[in-house]
């Protein structure tokens, strides 16, 4: 499966910004997705996840409240809703899958496809 991420933009403290990851070369929707990001001088972190069956969710403590991942298997993508963006937020964002999975994996090893990153810059 490839994924295709896109929502790169830049916004200022406390704005809202949208990214959504496309999956092409199967059906999405046997997938577990999450999201990733790594800012700059700093290893890539967990962000948010969500479980093939759509019904379970994980968020890094950092993002929980203010960042909703979500999936439509209709369209194959995820997406990811950042609201209250704050200057630490800034960095490349990346959408991750694998299969299955009864919960979202919050680790790299666990998934088995990358996107190529989408950069998203918050000012304050």
């Known amino acids: 499966v490839q994924l295709q991420a896109s929502g790169e933009g830049l916004v200022q403290a406390g704005g809202s910004l949208r990214l959504s990851c496309t999956a092409s070369g199967h059906t999405f929707s046997t997938y577990s997705k999450a999201w990733f990001r790594q800012a700059p001088g700093k290893e890539r972190e967990f962000v948010a996840g969500i479980n093939w069956g759509g019904d379970s969710t994980r968020y890094a403590d950092s993002v929980k409240v203010r960042f909703t991942i979500s999936r439509d298997d209709a369209k194959n993508t995820v997406s990811l809703q950042m609201n209250s963006l704050k200057p630490e937020d800034t960095a490349v964002y990346y959408c991750?899958?694998?299969?299955?999975?009864?919960?979202?994996?919050?680790?790299?090893?666990?998934?088995?496809?990358w996107g190529q990153g989408t950069l998203v810059t918050v000012s304050s």
């Open positions: 991750a899958a694998h299969m299955y999975g009864l919960q979202p994996g919050e680790y790299e090893f666990e998934y088995d496809y």
